[in-house]
């Protein structure tokens, strides 16, 4: 994890971060993956836009939680039914 930051996520990362975890729902190892636009900073892979936002402590907002929560369990689910 990177050093924590004293300041609040920039808003253009915490949307970017937003489209990350929906396109990380669609996420296939076989495919290269969705790229995000940052503004003004160019597209990054989903896991760019993720060490991009490491270092901030802000809470996650509910709708975020609560998605990346339900993404976490479906794939423990399949997991264990494989």
Known sequence: M???????????????FAHAVLGFELWHPQHEGQQISI???GYHSIDAVCGLVDKFTDPLPKQRFGKITLIHARSASRRFDS
């Open 2 to 16: 990177a050093e924590s930051s004293a300041d609040p996520i920039p808003k253009e990362l915490a949307e970017a």
């Open 39 to 41: 503004s003004g900073r």
